[in-house]
């Protein structure tokens, strides 16, 4: 291969291809582990709260209360989004995906305040904003499209809770919102990912906040990343009893078709979100007096670890903890931005703090000596 430049022969969807280093978060496929900021995940869903973990990725450390209370309380205050911009949501077509809504959404806000500086006090009041807003704009889609008043934000709540209120207009109870809230520390960050990698690309530009956002929640969307756990739901739906289980799973490996939620990128042993995940199912599935999405997962998991050496992933889980907290199935995406745009954000503030254009090379496979024929004799 002749580039012009020193460059090296391309991985399969860049699979073990170092392309920035980072402080945010790191994931230990071999040993199954995911810190943040040195943090183990499994002592922050613990011990910890999501407005913790989104200043945790922000600044590199946990907050002393005073600081936790200065963030918990700008967060809030950026709760509401325009009236205007809820005009806007009402006048989509009812059948749009809450995804492209959402992007759409984040998008328009940039003309609501300034959003564009890269120096770090511009963009942690974007920051701020965007992750006070996203939840909102969510929730408010699923009202609006189902014929329902919008249910205006509670800034006595914090992201988690509120996020369920304005969805359900009433206020969950505290057990339920603890494992909403700890779903959210599960997802906040994963390194480099697909969109968080996305993020990063558009920041380099110098490109703004919301215009990085943007394109994550566009890279999200896809099955193949936040739309996985819908897709594990559908497929429980699909099989529908747990008698069923063992046939479809030997079908569905005899045709080649992927088991949706098992198996991950970087994690080969067990994902240490799915830990916490395959709890809040069963805890879920105890709650609503309806065992049967846990035990078909529970199932499903057993035989791809005899049949191919496979574990969960974070959405294997998720699909029906949500299932049973009532939301519908096409939400389960925009939930995950609710909790990613913590990460985002995180990552775009570290990348402008030490920016360098992202431009990597292809390792080209086409023609060479080609010669120009004209029109009329080809």
């Known amino acids: 291969m002749s580039t012009g430049t020193e460059t090296t022969a391309a991985s399969e969807g860049l699979r073990g291809v170092v392309a920035a280093q980072s402080a945010i978060g790191d994931v230990n496929g071999i040993e199954g582990k995911l810190i943040y900021q040195g943090y ?30 200065e963030l918990t309380e700008r967060l809030r205050r950026n709760y509401e989004i325009p009236s205007a911009v809820i005009d806007m949501m009402k006048a989509f077509p009812k059948e749009s995906d809450p995804m492209d809504v959402l992007r759409t959404v984040v998008s328009s806000l940039d003309f609501y305040g300034d959003a564009h500086g890269t120096d770090r006090d511009s963009a942690v009041r974007a920051a701020v904003r965007v992750t006070g807003q996203i939840g909102t704009i969510a929730a408010a889609w699923d009202r609006i499209r189902n014929g329902k008043d919008v249910v205006a934000p509670d800034r006595s709540l914090g992201i988690a809770e509120n996020f369920l209120f304005m969805l359900r207009g009433e206020k969950p109870d505290p057990e339920e919102a603890r494992m909403f809230d700890i779903a959210l520390i599960l997802h906040a960050d994963h390194e480099l990912n697909a969109s968080t990698f996305t993020t990063r690309v558009v920041a380099g530009t110098l490109a703004g906040m919301y215009g990085a956002v943007t394109a994550g ?11 996985a756990n819908t897709n594990v739901m559908k497929m429980l739906i699909e099989i529908g009893e747990p008698a069923k289980i063992d046939t479809w799973v030997d079908e569905a490996l005899a045709s080649k078709r992927k088991i949706m939620g098992i198996g991950h990128a970087v994690y080969k042993t067990e994902d240490p979100r799915a830990t916490w995940l395959r709890k809040f199912s069963k805890q879920m599935a105890d709650r609503k007096g309806e065992q049967k999405w846990y035990e078909m997962s529970r199932r499903i998991e057993q035989l791809m670890l005899e049949k191919k050496g496979m574990y969960p992933n974070v959405d294997f889980y998720s699909a029906s903890t949500y299932y049973l907290m009532g939301i519908a199935l096409d939400m389960f995406t925009p939930i995950f931005a609710v909790s990613r745009i913590s990460g985002w954000t995180g990552h775009i503030l570290e990348q402008y703090g030490n920016n360098k254009l992202i431009r990597p090379r292809a390792e080209y496979i086409g023609k060479r000596d080609q010669k120009y024929v004209p029109i009329g004799e080809r």
């Open 217 to 227: 929640i566009a890279a999200l969307a896809g099955p193949l990343h936040g739309g």
């Open 40 to 69: 183990d995940i499994h002592d922050l869903a613990e011990n910890s709260t999501f407005e913790e973990v989104v200043y945790l990725l922000w600044n590199g450390k946990l907050p002393t209360q005073t600081e936790l209370n």
